[in-house]
């Protein structure tokens, strides 16, 4: 029987600014105080909708990762939204985000972090790119974190046979993924259209 893992590029284009600029967030165009809080708010996203999910495998891990790589050109800093909110949500869950082994965790945070490489999908073409972006990283979660528990545990044999075994062990505890990234990132990707006029005030403040 499989054992289920807990599911859970291109930055926006926005009017440049005169604020101060930031290291590795230059070119996003948008003030450093404001993308401090984004990350901010991201990240308790992350963390209070992965913690309470309303069905297996829902959480907004996907969604917060493609807007991060749409807000922030630095993608170290946009990975890092998903990583700590997987980290800390982690602390809140029974198991407290243990996988088996370094690698299987490894893996399951690649699989969240990888999305705010196709962010800018979501800056320029939504709502299309959000619905794509979406799936993709469904799909990747799913075929990355099935292949990792296949090849680094002994619950199937080594071999094609195996690895479809577990694959379709575990489509059951997919059902809800698909839904729950699609629908997380196009409440949040939604938002985006809000930036700029967001980022106004705090524009105004860094250059006054």
């Known amino acids: ?20 600029p930031a290291a590795g967030l230059e070119d996003s165009g948008l003030p450093f105080t404001f993308l401090c809080l984004a990350w901010c708010a991201l990240v308790a996203i992350g963390i209070l909708g992965r913690v309470w999910q309303p069905f297996y495998g829902v959480s907004p891990l996907i969604g917060i990762g493609l807007c991060a790589g749409a807000l922030f050109s630095n993608r170290l800093v946009a990975a890092s939204i998903p990583v700590v909110a997987l980290a800390l949500s982690n602390l809140a869950l029974p198991g407290g985000g243990a996988y088996g082994s370094w690698t299987m965790g490894m893996i399951v945070y690649a699989a969240f972090a990888w999305p705010v490489l196709i962010g800018g999908l979501v800056g320029r073409h939504r709502p299309w790119g959000a619905l794509g972006g979406a799936l993709a990283g469904s799909l990747v979660f799913f075929l990355s974190t099935n292949l990792g528990h296949w090849w680094l545990t002994s619950d199937y044999p080594h071999t094609a046979a195996g690895l479809v075994e577990c694959y379709v062990a575990a489509l059951p505890f997919f059902r809800w993924t698909p839904l729950g990234d699609i629908a997380w990132t196009l409440a949040l990707t939604a938002c985006l259209a809000a930036v700029p006029a967001l980022a106004r005030p705090f524009r105004a403040t860094e250059t006054a």
């Open 1 to 20: 029987m499989s054992i289920p893992v807990s599911p859970e590029s291109g930055s926006l284009e926005a009017n440049p600014g005169k604020g101060r």
